[in-house]
């Protein structure tokens, strides 16, 4: 290694170790299905909520996980394979737009996160959360206030429900062309806004939303 790439990767290394405290504070207790939960999608107004968890063995960390939000999309790509790979145990799930209509979506996405926890190949001993407590999961769990960025197992599922997600709109822009989805994602945009305007609602809009409504919207 170049003595120019030593203190980056250093840097990275120290990085990592913040990240993984809690995770091995608990491994070193004996608890060793520590999960990770975050949610992507809370703010579209298109889409499903989509959540993820994830377990890893005990010891592993995998460099560059980071707040999904902070990454490039070609990095989180690689980053999620690198997770689904050498995580033991995975799952995605996802809150359609008409169940965000009906539970609102501060509820769906609570939703979202307890069916990612229920569909994990084991029952996690030890859960950690972005920003919320999961209704309806038999293990302890630990609210993290901006976990995403502090907590490499949130990190990881951060990644997972942002790739995801990211994956569905670009089957959506297929499905529904015109609304930009591919591009924006669902996020409301002006470019996204003008479409609803041009097109009206998709079936995939959040009808309990803020749509803008035709005439009252200037895209300028």
């Given at each position: 290694?170049?003595?120019t790439?030593?203190?980056?990767?250093?840097?990275e290394?120290?990085?990592?170790?913040?990240?993984?405290?809690?995770?091995?504070?608990?491994?070193?207790t004996?608890?060793?299905?520590?999960?990770?939960?975050?949610?992507?999608?809370?703010?579209?107004?298109?889409?499903?909520?989509?959540?993820?968890?994830?377990?890893?063995?005990?010891?592993?960390?995998?460099?560059?996980?980071?707040?999904?939000?902070?990454?490039?999309?070609?990095?989180?790509?690689?980053?999620?394979?690198?997770?689904?790979?050498?995580?033991?145990?995975?799952?995605?799930?996802?809150?359609?737009?008409?169940?965000?209509?009906?539970?609102?979506?501060?509820?769906?996405?609570l939703?979202?996160?307890?069916?990612?926890?229920?569909?994990?190949?084991?029952?996690?001993?030890?859960?950690?959360?972005?920003?919320?407590?999961?209704?309806?999961?038999?293990?302890?769990?630990?609210?993290?206030?901006?976990?995403?960025a502090?907590?490499?197992?949130?990190?990881?599922?951060?990644?997972?429900?942002?790739?995801?997600?990211?994956?569905?709109?670009?089957?959506?822009d297929?499905?529904?062309p015109?609304?930009?989805?591919?591009?924006?994602?669902?996020?409301?945009?002006?470019?996204h806004?003008?479409?609803?305007l041009r097109?009206?609602p998709?079936?995939?809009?959040?009808r309990s939303?803020?749509?803008?409504?035709?005439?009252l919207?200037?895209?300028?």
């Amino acid at each position: 290694m170049t003595r120019t790439k030593r203190p980056s990767s250093r840097a990275e290394v120290r990085r990592l170790a913040r990240l993984l405290v809690r995770e091995r504070e608990l491994w070193d207790t004996g608890v060793r299905l520590v999960a990770g939960v975050d949610e992507a999608g809370t703010g579209p107004l298109a889409g499903p909520v989509v959540a993820a968890a994830v377990v890893f063995p005990a010891g592993v960390g995998i460099r560059g996980v980071n707040d999904s939000k902070q990454l490039e999309p070609a990095r989180r790509a690689d980053l999620a394979e690198a997770i689904r790979s050498q995580a033991l145990t995975w799952a995605v799930a996802r809150v359609e737009p008409c169940e965000i209509d009906r539970l609102n979506i501060y509820h769906a996405a609570l939703e979202a996160m307890r069916r990612a926890v229920a569909a994990l190949g084991v029952r996690p001993e030890h859960v950690l959360v972005d920003a919320r407590t999961i209704p309806g999961i038999d293990a302890p769990q630990e609210r993290w206030i901006r976990g995403d960025a502090r907590c490499h197992a949130i990190a990881a599922a951060s990644i997972l429900a942002k790739t995801a997600r990211d994956a569905w709109m670009e089957e959506y822009d297929r499905a529904y062309p015109g609304y930009g989805f591919a591009e924006h994602k669902g996020y409301p945009t002006a470019a996204h806004r003008a479409a609803v305007l041009r097109l009206g609602p998709s079936p995939i809009h959040r009808r309990s939303f803020a749509l803008p409504q035709r005439g009252l919207f200037d895209p300028a």
